[in-house]
């Protein structure tokens, strides 16, 4: 890869202060199977997906340390396996459900995949966004995103100049960016791959970020604001 334009998040990553620890919680690298669709769990990483999660790696090398953190399904945790060893470290992530589709937001996950087959992966982040998802399936998105930055503000609260990557899936990662940062999955799809949203510390207390829109979040992982919801 001839310039980091390829992965976007790293340009939020310039905007973290220097010597501050941060979190950055993204979508797995490029995959086999159809784009938009469900797919199953062994549906492992494709060529392009292991250079760019290598790459990815060894573009994050202004930090000191690294732990990694992943959903249980293998293309998240060989996405994790191969950022570490682009960074230089080759760690094992530690997994967990939070991150995975049995997120403690998700309810119900058989019926989630039930109504996501029913109306589409994007049908179903639009009924997400605008809290029409029967609350004994999934929980609002504004939970959902607070669970998710608090685990990440508890993982890196020790780190000194560390990062913290928290590997997920596109159907965890895109509402909540939908609902805080006016994420246009409509016209763009779900969030593409190795993109997300980071957290880190500034001056005046902690921020997510995406795509150079910032929100604060307070000490216990709730967002302060919101840019808006896609409508």
Request: charged share 25%; with cysteine; aromatic share 8%.
């Amino acid at each position: 890869m001839k310039s980091e334009d390829g992965i976007r998040i790293l340009r939020d990553i310039h905007a973290v202060p220097e010597g501050s620890s941060c979190a950055m919680i993204i979508r797995h690298a490029d995959r086999g199977g159809e784009l938009g669709q469900i797919v199953r769990n062994d549906e492992g990483l494709n060529e392009t997906g292991i250079r760019r999660a290598r790459e990815l790696g060894s573009r994050l090398t202004r930090f000191n340390m690294l732990k990694a953190f992943s959903s249980p399904v293998g293309r998240c945790v060989d996405t994790a396996k191969l950022i570490s060893e682009g960074f230089g470290q080759g760690i094992v992530p530690e997994r967990t459900e939070l991150l995975g589709m049995s997120a403690p937001f998700m309810v119900d996950t058989k019926r989630a995949y039930d109504k996501m087959r029913e109306l589409g992966l994007i049908g179903f982040v639009d009924l997400y966004v605008n809290d029409k998802i029967d609350r004994s399936i999934a929980l609002p998105c504004g939970q959902g995103m607070k669970m998710l930055l608090s685990y990440a503000i508890e993982k890196i609260k020790d780190m000194d100049n560390g990062l913290g990557l928290f590997i997920t899936h596109d159907m965890i990662i895109t509402p909540p960016m939908a609902y805080y940062f006016g994420y246009d999955f409509r016209t763009k799809g779900l969030v593409p791959f190795l993109d997300g949203i980071i957290l880190y510390r500034t001056d005046n207390g902690l921020v997510a970020r995406y795509d150079g829109r910032e929100i604060p979040v307070s000490e216990e992982g709730t967002p302060l604001e919101k840019w808006g919801s896609v409508p």
